[in-house]
């Protein structure tokens, strides 16, 4: 059994940035695609962004976040990471990181593990 645990989440000023870090345990973490999801305030969870299982592997960035939200991971440490920059009000959510195993996937509903999820609040 897999579990993801996320930190890093807080309080922050438009303009500024945020680290998330999803903590990974249970399974070889290395064979898993990671992916970060987003849900604000009465929506649907959408994708932020993916990386592959190897480390420095291939990435795909939703549209939203793209140039500004930077993803990696250490499989050393069993840790991927988000790195937010630039953040915007419509930033605002709750943040969920994900595994599958294999190919990295934009659609949550491929995921098989997530998170308990981190809010990020961005004001004003």
């Known amino acids: 059994q897999v579990q993801l645990v996320e930190s890093g989440g807080g309080l922050v000023q438009a303009g500024g940035s945020l680290r998330l870090s999803c903590a990974f345990s249970?399974?070889?973490?290395?064979?898993?695609?990671m992916g970060w999801f987003r849900q604000a305030p009465g929506k649907d969870r959408e994708f932020a962004t993916a990386?592959?299982?190897?480390?420095?592997?291939?990435?795909s960035y939703a549209d939203s976040v793209k140039g500004r939200f930077t993803i990696s991971r250490d499989n050393g440490k069993n840790t991927v990471y988000l790195q937010m920059n630039d953040l915007k009000p419509e930033d605002t959510a709750v943040y969920y990181c994900?595994?599958?195993?294999?190919?990295?996937?934009?659609?949550?509903?491929?995921?098989?593990?997530w998170g308990q999820g981190t809010q990020v609040t961005v004001s004003s």
């Open positions: 994900a595994a599958v195993r294999g190919e990295m996937r934009t659609i949550a509903t491929e995921y098989d593990y």
């Open positions: 249970g399974r070889a973490f290395s064979l898993y695609a």
């Open positions: 990386i592959n299982w190897w480390s420095g592997g291939r990435t």
